[in-house]
């Protein structure tokens, strides 16, 4: 059995379903699907999935809209954040926020965890919307490192569990960090710019060396430059594919070793995407 595995920062759930969010999802209806940034109230949202489900049921993936699952995190400050999971696999645990973050307002709709079963295999699916930072803002970096630092500790937590033998686990989302050079397509340009300071990218140093995940899409792809996940709306930075790799599936290696494939759906024009980042999907053989 093959799961797909979808994460897609929205950059509004509203704004992307007027471009045709929905419509994706129809075609794609992936087993996981994490999405980051919704930026939207929960009366909202819930209408949104109600679609999806619909979707699914029409797709065959479950045999009643209502066997969706589903859970999401609303940020406390209006028009901010947000992230969600929708799933058509069983859920066994659902968990909201970071373990010993005492959350300011602006950490909140950032992170999100759902146990589910994908044949007879139990799997932690997790959705992370990191701070964007911004280095002309000491307070919005504090932030951004903050956040980094428990998610850090949540990681080596639910890292250690599965190496224990408990879930294989896959944090997939907006990371808003480039992690070298082969991510971004002007490293000189950009050493200086929050995404890609050697701060910010010493954390994910620490991810794949020393709490031993696998960024799964660079183990597929190899040591090629990209493939990019998100582009600047300045210039023409899509049509000339100038862009960053902020959006990442870290597994475990457990996990990590059965995924036979990724995909990142980047549209033929600009003009044509719902969002300023292309959802990253990758196969798992479960």
Known sequence: MTITITTSNLNGIRASERKGFEKWVARHVPDVMCM??????????????AQYAKDYEAAGKIASADRLGTLDQVSDIKGRAGVAIVTDLDVTAKRYGLPGLDPAPVDTGRWIEADVVANGTPLTV??????????????????????LDAVMVRMKELADAAADGGNQVVVAGDFNIAHTALDIKDAA?????????????AYVDRIVDDLHYVDVTRKLAGDVQGPYTWWTPRG???????????????????????????????????????????????TYDI
């Open 36 to 49: 980051q940034e919704l930026r939207a109230p929960q009366d909202i949202i819930d209408g949104f999935f």
């Open 126 to 147: 997790v959705c992370i919307y990191d701070h964007a930072g911004d280095i002309a803002s000491p307070e919005k970096m504090d932030a951004k490192y903050r956040f």
């Open 189 to 201: 340009a950009n050493e200086e710019r929050n995404g890609f300071t050697p701060r910010e990218r």
């Open 236 to 282: 023409h930075a899509y049509e000339n594919d100038a862009g960053w790799r902020i959006d990442y599936q870290f597994a475990t290696p457990g996990i990590a070793g059965k995924a036979t494939a990724f995909d990142i759906d980047r549209t033929a024009h600009w003009y044509s995407r719902w969002s300023d980042h292309a959802p990253l999907t990758i």
